[in-house]
């Protein structure tokens, strides 16, 4: 269980003009808990079985310039399926994920070296997603390894810039959505070359 708090006062002034931005006076409190659960099942060496739920719940409270409370309770459950032999490892993973919230976004802030402000957005929730995996490590060596990954996520209350009052852009919900990625990792052990202890790591990701 958690509590957040924030307070958030801001004021702009151009050209001599106070300018209103909205949620520029506000307190955000957020109570959360989650409670999760898991079992796992090995049927042999080479074989498992991990799954997992949890329930998370917050409840958000906005005062000051914008009165809003908010309860948000989500689900989310969680299966991974696994096999390794004789340093190889595959896996597959089936989760629901759910982003956190900034606080930051839901008050006003501005950039006055960058030319931004970003109006806050009481109306902000979490991005969620139900996210499919499919990943393979490969070791050989002392310490190497080659690890390759490919998701797939169906995506819901995508977050990015949104207008606020016709005049400003603040962090929103843009709809729904998918995001692919896959993933490429290797590390090579240096002592073949004469230096021991050392590593050369080098990592990709196209999204």
């Known amino acids: 269980a958690a509590f957040n708090s924030l307070d958030a006062r801001s004021t702009l002034t151009t050209n001599g003009l106070v300018v209103n931005?909205?949620?520029?006076?506000v307190r955000v409190e957020e109570r959360r808990a989650e409670g999760f659960a898991t079992a796992t099942w090995r049927w042999s060496n080479a074989?498992?079985?991990?799954?997992?739920?949890?329930?998370e719940t917050s409840t958000i409270k906005q005062s000051g310039a914008?009165?809003?409370?908010?309860?948000?309770?989500?689900?989310?459950?969680r299966l991974l399926l696994s096999w390794s032999s004789a340093g190889m490892q595959a896996r597959l993973r089936l989760e629901r994920t759910v982003g956190q919230l900034n606080f930051n976004d839901f008050a006003a802030s501005s950039e006055l070296d960058?030319?931004?402000?970003?109006?806050?957005?009481?109306n902000l929730e979490p991005e969620r997603a139900w996210l499919a995996e499919i990943g393979l490590e490969r070791r050989f060596g002392k310490g190497g390894a080659i690890t390759a990954?490919?998701?797939?996520a169906r995506v819901e209350k995508i977050v990015d810039l949104v207008p606020v009052s016709?005049?400003?852009?603040a962090p929103g919900n843009?709809?729904?959505?998918?995001?692919?990625?896959a993933k490429l990792g290797v590390t090579?052990?240096?002592?073949?070359i004469g230096v021991t202890g050392a590593q050369l790591r080098v990592n990709g990701t196209w999204r």
């Open 188 to 192: 090579l052990p240096l002592e073949s």
């Open 66 to 77: 914008i009165e809003k409370e908010k309860t948000l309770t989500f689900p989310k459950p």
């Open 166 to 169: 016709g005049v400003f852009d």
């Open 114 to 122: 960058l030319g931004t402000v970003n109006a806050g957005n009481a």
């Open 149 to 152: 990954s490919i998701s797939r």
């Open 21 to 25: 931005l909205p949620s520029a006076n």
């Open 174 to 181: 843009i709809g729904s959505g998918t995001r692919t990625e």
């Open 47 to 55: 074989y498992s079985v991990e799954s997992g739920l949890r329930l």
